[in-house]
């Protein structure tokens, strides 16, 4: 089974109309690196609230479709507990461990899904349940391989113009407060460009420019559009 981003966003808050609790519901790390030969990391989630918070934890196979994250489901990476309840002011310790015998080959970008799993009766009985998900980014990589090497392009398909990024390099690239130009086309987070991927964004019909700039987890982006 494949799901788009469209079912699986970045960071979900679902809002169920009824009860007044607020889920207090931390996790840490927001990112996991697991360099070879390494096939294990650990995630540390904290319930700040006075119930206890029931949680569910899938991992995805992360890839890039058509510019667009999809997920698909994966037997390569696991989770253990798949599901755990954290107590008011506890925590909960989250193991995930690459279960697939061949090596990394560049990296694997898989993600890791944390949802609160809603208590029926207290959503009966009070007035606003604010159920979370998180979705944290997990990269298995080799020592060999290559760092993020992006082009930058424009292209039109159909009515749409897309600014297009292209990822020759193993190591995905984490894009922040991108432009054209001058044009703001994310305040924050744009996305993610995966190794051996291509990402697109739709531009604004007036967006024109002959440079891009923006942040990424190797350093900052100045680059020329190729033509």
Known sequence: ???????????????????????????????????????????????????????????????????????????????????ASVPPGGAALIRIVRTGAAPVVGEEAYRLVVDEIPDANRIRNAGVNLALRYMIPVFYLNSDAAQAKLAWSIRTEGRKRMLVATNSGDKSSRIANLRLDKTVLFGGLAGYVLGHSTRKWPLPAKASGARVSAESNNGPIDAPLSR
Do not use: H
Request: with cysteine; proline share 7%; net charge negative.
């Open 1 to 83: 089974m494949q799901l788009s981003r469209r079912l699986l966003s970045f960071f979900t808050c679902l809002l169920f109309a009824s009860g007044a609790q607020a889920a207090s519901l931390t996790v840490s790390p927001i990112r996991i690196d697991v360099p070879a030969p390494a096939s294990s990391a650990s995630v540390n989630l904290r319930n700040e609230a006075a119930l206890p918070v029931n949680i569910q934890i899938r991992l995805f196979k992360w890839v890039l479709k058509d510019g667009e994250d999809f997920y698909e489901q994966t037997d390569d990476v696991v989770a253990t507990p798949p599901v």
